[in-house]
């Protein structure tokens, strides 16, 4: 079972309607990660939270807003998205202080249709 | 600068018979490698990593990988192939970044187990 969990699932959406992804962590991990995955690809890195403050933005479009209200939450705004926005976004978590030896630890994704 | 090559976009193996899923990998750091398997419609569950402690690390499952600085790579093996290891599997390296992590993606390979 996967410790970082996702809500909602799924979600379709029409391109002018606002809504939010939510993600959540309890292992006291305090970076937190949004990605992005098309079919058949990798993920893209989109965000990125330190100690609850932005560190990387990987130059997304500003119809994408994340917020991190406290350690354990991240959330992912949308507004007035594209169908090529259509994604399964993936939320990820992991411990400071370890260089690159540290996991990240990802949750289940939100599948988003934007029609 | 780092970056991760997986030589195969498809394996596909006999159930009960070995996988090899090859990995290479170019690092200017000491590098930490993982892989990470995700199944259809759910998120990257982590296989295994190497963080400069022994060279052939086990993981879940029954999947381990040798980690063979000479030749550059971190490939993936499982002596028997079961059903349920269908999925699509990602070769990962990552350095930090600030206080987090950076990912850098393999284009990931397929592997297909035929009964």
């Known amino acids: 079972d996967t410790e970082v969990t996702q809500t909602p699932k799924h979600l379709v959406m029409g391109m002018t309607n606002k809504k939010s992804l939510k993600c959540e962590q309890h292992m006291g991990h305090r970076a937190m990660y949004w990605y992005k995955q098309k079919a058949k690809k990798p993920p893209e890195l989109m965000f990125v939270y330190s100690y609850e403050k932005l560190s990387i933005n990987e130059s997304v479009p500003s119809r994408f807003s994340p917020e991190c209200p406290n350690s354990s939450l991240l959330n992912l705004h949308l507004h007035a998205l594209q169908p090529e926005d259509s994604a399964l976004y993936l939320c990820?978590?992991?411990?400071?202080?370890?260089?690159?030896?540290?996991?990240?630890?990802f949750g289940e994704g939100s599948r988003l249709t934007v029609l | 600068a780092q970056s991760v090559t997986q030589l195969d976009s498809h394996v596909s193996v006999s159930e009960g018979t070995p996988v090899l899923l090859r990995c290479n990998y170019s690092?200017?750091?000491?590098?930490?490698l993982f892989w990470y398997v995700q199944h259809p419609n759910k998120g990257l569950q982590l296989l295994l990593k190497y963080t400069s402690a022994a060279t052939l690390v086990k993981g879940i499952n029954g999947f381990e990988a040798e980690f063979k600085k000479s030749e550059t790579s971190f490939h993936l093996t499982k002596p028997s192939a079961h059903m349920s290891d269908a999925a699509e599997y990602f070769c990962v390296v990552s350095h930090a970044s600030g206080s987090a992590r950076q990912l850098t993606f393999g284009s990931g390979t397929q592997l297909t187990v035929l009964p």
């Open positions: 690092s200017s750091y000491s590098p930490s």
């Open positions: 990820a978590s992991s411990q400071i202080g370890t260089g690159g030896r540290g996991s990240l630890f």
